[in-house]
């Protein structure tokens, strides 16, 4: 009974906290490089070119951001390649760091010192433009070199008139608000639409699923227009290191329902999803609400891999885990987040 009304304690506080804010919005974020200005630039692709050691110094110096067709390259459709390289100071560790690459005609797969961290429309054959959305990049810790040299690659298609980074205000921003993750789920996860009770299992083979970014909309990512129910899976490693025994999964906003699986049981879930969608149950409106779900620890696999699943159901419009932040924190460091938050808001 104890374990019981606990949880319904922090259910509540969860319910009260989270329905007080807008949490990671974009207006949340706080420009601290400026990278607007001088990018170096060159039509085509190759692999080699993510390379952040690649010597780009024969390439053509190109403003960013403005479309490619004004600075010589009019008529061009196709491929093309940025590259950008800054310092960051060491001021910026324990930040929780975001790239704004503005908006890409058409569409572009980002690199951040070698490493893919996000991805907007589809490359051909299957061409699918996102000129006009605005990308928003999460770029985790262990990518970034403190005190030294980063480098990014932008690897861009345009498949007619304007092309290239055409707009935005380009930067590395801060979230000042983020809540410090104990377990950062910002990031790759693997997807796959359709339905199959088999994929939460803990021990599921998703090595041939597609990749897919989280947060962001999955129409944005290759599957505009697509309605019903998709699955996304991680794994994470837990070191067994919380001493509270509760704790909490932040899954940000999910256009529309779902229901979430770790190591394969039903832990949390927004609305009631079954073949026939129930109507008392789904208005429209589940989009709006944060997940900030209460979990046991004993839910956990201590130093062993865990994998989380995804359940989500999308009746119309965006779909899929569409806003952040995503992670797993304990009941006392969420609480603190919320309470300086509100500090600083009111």
Request: aromatic fraction near 18%.
């Amino acid at each position: 009974m104890k374990t019981e009304k606990r949880k319904k304690l922090v259910c509540t506080l969860l319910t009260l906290l989270f329905g007080s804010f807008l949490f990671a919005s974009q207006n949340d974020l706080i420009k601290i490089i400026d990278l607007k200005g001088q990018w170096k630039y060159s039509i085509g692709e190759r692999k080699e070119w993510i390379v952040p050691g690649y010597d780009d110094n024969s390439w053509t110096t190109i403003h960013v951001p403005s479309a490619w067709e004004d600075q010589g390259f009019y008529g061009y459709n196709g491929f093309g390649f940025y590259r950008k390289s800054f310092a960051l100071s060491n001021e910026h560790k324990g930040k929780t760091l975001y790239l704004n690459l503005g908006y890409v005609d058409d569409v572009d797969e980002t690199y951040f010192n070698g490493h893919k961290i996000g991805s907007t429309g589809s490359f051909p054959p299957s061409y699918i433009t996102a000129y006009n959305a605005n990308r928003v990049y999460y770029i985790p810790e262990e990518y970034l070199n403190f005190g030294g040299k980063n480098t990014i690659a932008v690897k861009v298609y345009d498949s007619y008139q304007y092309g290239g980074i055409v707009k935005g205000e380009i930067g590395i921003y801060v979230n000042m608000f983020d809540v410090q993750m104990d377990i950062n789920l910002q990031g790759i996860w693997k997807f796959k639409p359709g339905d199959d009770f088999s994929w939460k299992e803990a021990g599921f083979n998703d090595s041939k699923w597609d990749e897919i970014f989280v947060p962001a909309k999955w129409e944005d990512q290759g599957y505009r227009d697509y309605d019903g129910y998709s699955w996304y899976r991680k794994t994470f490693y837990y070191k067994g290191t919380f001493s509270e025994e509760t704790i909490v999964l932040i899954l940000g906003k999910i256009d529309d329902l779902d229901q979430v699986y770790i190591n394969g049981k039903l832990v949390a879930g927004t609305g009631e999803l079954n073949s026939q969608i129930n109507k008392k149950v789904y208005t429209g409106e589940q989009y709006k609400a944060f997940r900030g779900y209460f979990i046991p620890t004993n839910s956990l696999k201590k130093n062993e891999k865990n994998s989380i699943a995804v359940r989500v159901y999308d009746g119309q419009g965006a779909g899929g885990i569409y806003e952040g932040p995503v992670g797993i924190v304990t009941q006392r460091k969420y609480i603190d987040f919320w309470n300086k938050r509100r500090t600083i808001n009111y």
